[in-house]
């Protein structure tokens, strides 16, 4: 006997607006701040009437269209009613029966080694207000609960999958696609440490019994998922109890309503949480404030056009035209899409993907780390360091010269920069490329002679003799090829 | 006409002419609301200071020739569920006893700008759910004809405050008749206009899809001075419409020509009170002898109004008033053992029975397995009714009625007996769902010597042929111009 494990994903992430979704209220991160972003619509006050933001549908249809959704052309707001002291209200503005979008796929890559692929269905997406922040006393002594309201109000797209997924690594992997997507269309920053993507997941086991029936295990909601880690420990954690739930009980979906459990990170465990989902009636109806939305053939066309290339081609854009690596190319995509525009630009600017694949991936990267910078900020603009890596690719000077002219780059106060600096430091270092093969030759000559012993070795066949001939012929005639140096002893020594 | 009895028309033309100050017209009201508000109950808060601090200001700019707006000087009364900057606004609750809104009404803010001066603020049945004004947490609103009978409502301290003399002009909300029954009632004007005409941004909401904020006076002129002050889209409410607001008193003296006037023929004729039914009848031969032709209307859903709208408004009530959970503001109970019980006790302590009565109607209708058995069949029933509408005003002008089936009733007598109040609504929620425009203007008296109005309605955003059919009639009668003793 074993079992299928069936996940589905409902992902709301904050859009990038600079107000909320109903009002002029800002919707910056100011926790420290609270309640300071707020008026009477958002604090729900009497007489209050909230009024749509265009540019967070304009987002949310971009969000729709990026994940292959169809954007219906009449959609409306419904109240989903509900009480609780981080909504004023005692409703959300949400979209019930008619979401914004509808009907669409992300397709992640499953196998790494085969490089399988399987399109995940979205079965919608649709914009809603969030809802403000609780704190509760946590000190034990009953002091009051808090509000902060400035949260309340921003526009969140929920994007609700089918139960497509098939383990807690597919899961992860629809996430972090599916963050790689939103941020490159950049209708969200998708920084879950501040709550601009949270996660929910449905859980549970079609058991496969050995007379060919298939019994699916009671649905639990996992809440509280803000890390990708987080989902994918608490998916395992959720797979491991109810399988052995169901050894235990033998509980069918049909026997039980579904169950919400909340993820606590620290204990690495599911807890099961007030039954409110069993008796919940949100009671929704169309918001009578609120005129339904009607979107034209020509602005679904005017949002489509506005979309960059998504993630997943641009990764095989990247491995067949600058002839990388796999792991190269998604290394490059999950940057983000600064950074991938910045690998393209030095791979046009020095005519050698492969080449500026390693630079980008490996000194790029480590100095961004290193000074915890994002590309936009670093100073050797990718002009420059494809001037650099072209004087290597022209063999003008050395891998090795390369890297001492991308310190001194570094090193140098981005003002200073320009496309002349690469050339000005090759030459004030005197690291280009001798040509010269009169004044190699003469200090081949003389390394040659003054080295007896070693020119000995290596006739008596020790090899390793060449190399500490080649560092005293480099030390010689700056910027000479370590190649031709090395081809030039073995032809004098032989 | 003395400055408490005058139409805001006549005081205005006294300020210009240096007769009187606002000042002055200012005083009178209020001294008129000290010496006989204790037995009308039209107010709930005065702004007498600010009010005298405005009037004083709009005379200093009479005087040295400043532009003025259009009602400068003019005092004018609130209902208590229009939210306006430093005054309290209660909705006749318990539970919003201590609110003062930190902002101003859309309409306030067309007040202000029109150099009105805001008086005070006016009862009204809790959260406007009412008839009668009797559903008011803090006192009854009596008809200032014969204080024994009911000021109707919800807008009953809003009508009874115009009909006292204590204000010239007032604004009430109507969302089944809230304004012209009151208005009816007391024998002053009352309109509501088209669904959308007014903004809605910052009226206290009650059933958002059918409230409407319009104005009472003492004549069809200032009837239309005020709606032409605060009507307009406002980009705060999106269901306010962005048509253009023509001068509604510009040419209120001219007669529609060849005027149609329809007629329902069989509408509750059972139920119907003889005097309000003779001053119906009454009303109609006016308009015939100015010419116009009077024609028979069918609505054949009109036996359906009540029920729908008291599936509707509840519902949308339900709704509204959800956020009055005594957490963020407004009245939160005592003892409570939890956050659900804080909950139910403050809601169960501060609301009164009717607003109880119908949020509980509303949850029911809203609630998952009964939604589409009453709260999506009377949106279609509701489409019925509109379309009714749009078919009868192919046929005429405007469509006169009865306003309420009889004049003012006494105070206790309809409290006990819910479903009659409701019943009583027959002829003014039919606007309301269809949301096209409605007016209560005098047209009678009852042998118990109570006023009885004439109801016109006319299609979306025509209130300026509904207007200039009213005053066609009261150029010809006297009714509006009797005041109570
Ligand atoms: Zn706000």
């Known amino acids: 006997m074993d079992y299928t494990v069936i996940i589905g994903l409902e992902v709301h992430v904050q859009l990038q607006t600079r107000t909320k979704l109903f009002c002029g209220c800002s919707t910056r991160f100011n926790p420290d701040h609270p309640n300071t972003q707020t008026c009477p619509v958002c604090l729900g006050l009497p007489g209050a009437l909230p009024v749509l933001n265009r540019e967070a549908f304009h987002l949310g249809m971009k969000t729709g269209l990026a994940i292959n959704c169809e954007i219906p052309s009449f959609t409306k707001w419904d109240r989903k009613q509900y009480y609780y002291p981080d909504l004023p209200k005692a409703y959300q503005i949400s979209q019930y029966d008619l979401p914004m979008s509808q009907n669409g796929w992300l397709e992640i890559e499953i196998d790494p080694e085969t490089r399988e692929t399987k399109k995940v269905g979205i079965i919608r997406a649709h914009l809603e207000e969030d809802a403000g922040k609780n704190s509760h006393d946590e000190s034990g002594r009953g002091h009051d609960s808090k509000v902060d309201l400035n949260r309340c109000g921003t526009p969140l797209v929920e994007i609700v999958s089918e139960p497509d997924l098939r383990s807690a690594q597919e899961a992860r992997k629809y996430l972090e696609e599916l963050k790689l997507l939103l941020t490159y269309i950049d209708v969200s920053d998708c920084n879950m440490q501040e709550g601009s993507l949270r996660c929910d997941a449905n859980v549970n086991l079609h058991i496969h019994q050995e007379n060919g029936e298939t019994i699916p295990t009671p649905i639990v909601e996992i809440k509280n998922l803000n890390s990708f880690r987080g989902v994918e420990q608490a998916i395992e954690f959720e797979v491991k109890r109810q399988w052995e739930a169901w050894q235990e009980t033998k509980l069918s979906l049909h026997d039980v309503p579904k169950e919400t459990r909340g993820w606590d990170a620290d204990r690495g465990i599911t807890l099961e949480q007030r039954g409110k989902e069993e008796a919940a009636d949100y009671r929704y109806f169309p918001d009578p404030d609120l005129a339904p939305v009607t979107v034209t053939d020509a602005e679904r066309e005017k949002v489509s056009s506005e979309l960059c290339e998504r993630p997943a081609l641009r990764r095989n854009r990247l491995e067949s035209e600058y002839e990388l690596s796999a792991y190269d190319a998604a290394v490059i995509i999950d940057q983000g899409l600064a950074f991938a525009d910045y690998f393209e630009q030095v791979a046009k600017g020095c005519q050698n993907g492969k080449q500026a694949a390693n630079w980008v991936t490996q000194d790029v990267l480590r100095e961004l780390k290193e000074k915890g910078l994002e590309i936009s900020s670093f100073t050797i603009k990718p002009e420059i360091l494809a001037a650099l890596l072209e004087k290597v690719e022209r063999s003008e000077i050395t891998t090795k010269s390369a890297r001492t002219v991308f310190q001194e780059l570094i090193n140098s106060e981005e003002s200073e920069l320009n496309a002349a600096s690469v050339q000005s430091i090759i030459e004030d270092k005197g690291l280009a490329m001798v040509s010269d093969t009169g004044a190699l030759e003469a200090a081949v000559q003389a390394v040659v002679a003054k080295n007896e012993k070693a020119v000995a070795d290596f006739q008596s066949g020790k090899q390793a003799a060449v190399g500490a001939l080649i560092g005293q012929v480099m030390r010689e005639v700056k910027g000479a090829d370590p190649k031709v140096v090395r081809e030039l002893l073995i032809e004098k020594m032989s | ?485």
């Not at chain 2, 805001?118 to 014969?146: C, Q, V």
């Open chain 2, 1 to 485: 006409m003395s400055n408490t009895s005058a139409t805001a028309s006549e005081l205005l033309a006294k300020m210009n002419s240096g007769e009187v100050s606002s000042e002055e017209i200012t005083a009178a009201c209020l001294e008129e609301i000290a010496r006989r508000d204790n037995s009308i109950n039209a107010f709930l808060s005065l702004q007498a200071e600010t009010a005298l601090e405005t009037a004083r200001e709009v005379d200093r700019k009479r005087k040295a020739g400043e532009p003025l707006g259009k009602l400068a000087g003019i005092p004018v009364a609130l209902k208590d569920n229009i939210c306006a900057k430093g005054a309290t606004t209660t909705c006749a609750s318990k539970m919003l006893e201590a609110f003062t809104p930190p902002y101003d009404a859309h309409i306030v803010e067309q007040l202000r700008a029109a150099d009105a001066v805001l008086i005070g603020k006016t009862n009204l049945d809790e959260f406007a759910m009412g008839s009668s004004t009797e559903n008011s947490a803090f006192k009854t609103t009596a008809n200032p004809w014969n204080t024994k009978c009911a000021a109707g409502g919800s807008s009953g301290g809003s009508a009874a405050a115009v009909a006292a003399g204590f204000a010239p002009l007032s604004l009430g909300s109507d969302t089944g008749g809230s304004i012209r029954q009151p208005a009816s009632f007391c024998g002053v004007v009352g309109l509501k206009p088209t669904y959308g005409r007014v903004s809605r941004y910052g009226l206290v909401a009650f059933a958002s899809s059918l409230d409407q904020i319009g104005p009472f006076a003492r004549d069809v002129t200032d009837a239309a001075l005020l709606l032409e002050t605060i009507a307009g889209k406002d980009q705060r409410d999106t269901t306010s419409l962005d048509a253009d607001v023509p001068s509604y008193t510009k040419n209120l003296e001219q007669p529609l020509e060849n005027l149609k006037v329809g007629y329902i023929e069989h509408l509750h004729a059972e139920g119907l009170h003889e005097d309000v039914k003779a001053a119906t009848q009454q009303a109609l031969e006016v308009y015939k002898s100015l010419g116009a032709e009077l024609i028979p209307v069918e609505l054949p859903h009109a036996k359906y109004c009540v029920a729908t709208y008291y599936i509707i408004a509840p519902s949308e009530a339900s709704s509204n008033l959800a956020r009055y959970d005594g957490v963020h503001y407004g009245y939160r109970a005592k003892q409570f053992d939890n956050m659900i019980d804080m909950y139910a006790a403050s809601r169960g302590e501060a609301f009164g029975d009717e607003v109880k009565r119908r949020i509980m109607l509303g949850t029911y209708a809203l609630s998952s397995g009964y939604y589409d058995a009453y709260y999506l069949k009377a949106l279609k029933v509701r489409r019925l009714i509109r379309n009714d509408f749009e078919q009868a005003f192919q046929k005429v002008d405007i469509i006169a009625s009865p306003v309420t089936p009889t004049p003012a009733f006494e105070i206790g007598e309809l409290v006990d007996d819910p479903l009659a109040m409701y019943l009583a609504d027959i002829f003014t929620t039919s606007a309301n769902l269809s949301g096209i425009p409605g007016v209560s203007v005098p047209a009678g008296m009852s042998q118990n010597k109570l006023p009885i109005g004439l109801q016109l309605l006319a299609p979306p955003l025509e209130e300026e042929r509904l207007l200039r059919a009213a005053r066609m009639f009261e150029r010809e009668t006297d009714w509006h111009r009797q005041r109570p003793e």
